[in-house]
């Protein structure tokens, strides 16, 4: 069946810093992949997302590019704020647009 | 994108007790909603699967008779936690989304709600 593995957090950095979350994914066919941010308390918000290889979904200075042959969608940012602190969700999507697969979450902490 | 809301955003209940949740689409009819439970530091937990006029699907483990499910229109699915106990403390969340043919599109989800049961 799908799944996603994210990296373990908590990740802790410093504003300004530069973020990698890893994701990688085992599915049959062509998967929509997703990331989405959780704030604390509140429910999940797409944050951005490719369809198919070699796409690059971006948003708010996020970006993450479907990489078929590593079977990944690493989460990265140049410049992280503290407004960016939060838990972000990779997921994917079966080739049928079947319901969300998630990853475990990685809490992700920027200090100023 | 779509809104989705849920009300209560949190509530405390005492044990034994019946909770219910309620998630809309404000501004697209949903033909399908889905229930989630997070647990502290975790990922979404999947419930049921709840279509419109029909009766929801669950996944393994979860108790229908426990977690009632109803999606009577287009745009609100309730959940109902009955005889509530402590362990059902969780943060649920409904995600709202349409189909296009047997293809789910993009799952719009709601604010959570916060139970407690005491």
């Known amino acids: 069946g799908n799944s996603v593995t994210q990296m373990e957090g908590p990740v802790t950095l410093s504003e300004e810093a530069f973020l990698t979350i890893n994701c990688t994914y085992t599915a049959t066919g062509y998967p929509s992949l997703f990331w989405y941010v959780q704030y604390p308390g509140e429910g999940l918000q797409l944050l951005l997302k490719?369809?198919?290889?070699?796409d690059k979904g971006s948003n708010k200075g996020f970006e993450a590019t479907y990489r078929k042959e590593t079977t990944s969608f690493h989460l990265e940012k140049g410049s992280v704020q503290v407004s960016d602190s939060a838990v972000y969700f990779c997921?994917?999507?079966?080739?049928?647009?079947?319901?969300?697969?998630f990853g475990e979450g990685t809490q992700l902490t920027v200090n100023p | 994108g779509a809104v989705v809301s849920q009300h209560p955003s949190w509530v405390i209940c005492k044990s034994g007790t019946s909770v219910k949740i309620e998630c809309r689409s404000l501004d697209f009819q949903a033909t399908t909603m889905f229930w989630y439970r997070q647990f502290p530091k975790q990922s979404l937990m999947l419930m049921a699967t709840?279509?419109?006029?029909?009766?929801?699907?669950?996944e393994q483990g979860v108790e229908k008779d426990k977690f009632l499910i109803n999606h009577a229109s287009l745009t609100l699915s309730t959940l109902t936690v009955t005889s509530a106990h402590p362990e059902d403390s969780s943060f649920y969340i409904c995600s709202a989304t349409t189909r296009t043919g047997a293809s789910y599109n993009e799952q719009f989800f709601g604010p959570g709600t916060r139970l407690t049961v005491l």
């Open positions: 997921a994917l999507s079966g080739s049928s647009g079947s319901r969300l697969t």
């Open positions: 490719a369809t198919k290889a070699d």
């Open positions: 709840s279509n419109e006029g029909s009766k929801a699907t669950y």
